[in-house]
């Protein structure tokens, strides 16, 4: 830092002193004369009443003589040092004055630099975990499986899901990986991610965080950086889902969600429904609905490729989603038992 400000406040070079330099004959010339001058005036002043009434040891003029002699050999031979003496002393005392007011001005300025630059950088740290906070804050952790899906981004332009996304860059990379994947499904699944990426960057704030993989697997760094970060995780892997919930991590599956919107059907609803085909079980027949919720009809054999009137009996919620159970309306069916409905469950497992 000095180096920077002495580039930036460049200091002026020390002045030279300049000195008269006199010949030795005439310094001699000027010490003689001025000698001579003091001892004039020594002479003159010495020259008292009390002198002359009491002369020394009775001698006219010695007093005076003496006193004038003593006056030139110190100028002559002692007041050139100490001028001299008194110069060096004043010139330090200025000099060191001088370096020292520089010296302190110095390191105030210094001090005022390290503090202001130290102010600086707490700012832009402040101001970087404010905004690492804000970003993160009801964030969602989006990984592979659900940008390759494409449903979360069609919740996102409906406006159901305006928190912002968290996509690691480990995750772009491994849909960038499968988009140049020799496997024709696997490249056409990275390029879907990787436009998703794209689109969801149009709909709600994307973070793409630096994250250092140390070798560690996608599903673990995905874990961490939920864990460390106390984020919510988007994925519709299960092995995934399982392992963040027992590391505590808030999962968010859109098949749970896609179940979670189909409509409600109660025991004893009519509706209509065609039956696709044939079931594993004893003359039951199969059908969809619209939301793709699988109708297993029982005696709905013999009615295939055909539209008939059901009644729901029940609804089993199963990994795979709903099942509804329903017999004809027109059948008259007679209620289903504990035994029979543990049978239609059974068929029900065969048929799916």
Do not use: C
């Amino acid at each position: 830092m000095e180096e920077k400000l002495e580039t930036k406040y460049k200091m002026l070079p020390v002045p030279q002193r300049r000195t008269s330099k006199l010949a030795p004959e005439v310094k001699l010339l000027l010490r003689s004369i001025t000698a001579l001058v003091l001892f004039i005036i020594g002479f003159n002043f010495s020259r008292s009443s009390f002198f002359r009434e009491y002369p020394l040891f009775g001698v006219a003029y010695l007093a005076e003589l003496i006193i004038s002699f003593f006056a030139a050999f110190l100028r002559f031979f002692y007041i050139p040092r100490l001028l001299l003496w008194a110069k060096s002393a004043i010139e330090s005392l200025i000099v060191n004055t001088v370096a020292e007011i520089v010296n302190r001005f110095w390191d105030l300025q210094t001090k005022r630099i390290q503090e202001q630059r130290r102010a600086k950088q707490f700012k832009r740290s402040e101001e970087e975990r404010l905004k690492h906070i804000e970003e993160h804050r009801d964030a969602i952790l989006i990984d592979t499986s659900v940008l390759i899906d494409g449903r979360y981004l069609e919740l996102a332009k409906l406006g159901f899901m305006e928190n912002n996304a968290i996509i690691p860059q480990f995750v772009i990379d491994e849909l960038h990986a499968l988009s140049d994947s020799k496997d024709d499904l696997k490249r056409k699944k990275g390029r879907r991610g990787l436009d998703s990426v794209k689109d969801l960057k149009k709909k709600v704030k994307v973070v793409i965080p630096e994250i250092k993989n140390d070798g560690q697997g996608v599903d673990k760094l995905l874990i961490r950086y939920a864990r460390e970060q106390k984020v919510k995780l988007a994925t519709l892997d299960f092995n995934l889902n399982k392992v963040a919930s027992v590391n505590n991590i808030k999962v968010l599956n859109i098949n749970e969600l896609a179940n979670s919107l189909k409509a409600v059907l109660l025991p004893g609803e009519d509706f209509d429904i065609k039956i696709i085909h044939e079931g594993k079980g004893r003359s039951q027949g199969v059908g969809y609905l619209a939301d793709g919720t699988m109708v297993i009809v029982e005696a709905g054999k013999d009615h295939v490729n055909q539209d008939v009137r059901v009644k729901v009996s029940k609804v089993i919620q199963s990994p795979a989603g709903k099942i509804v159970f329903a017999v004809i309306a027109e059948s008259h069916s007679i209620p289903l038992g504990p035994e029979t409905s543990q049978v239609l469950f059974k068929n029900s497992s065969s048929a799916v």
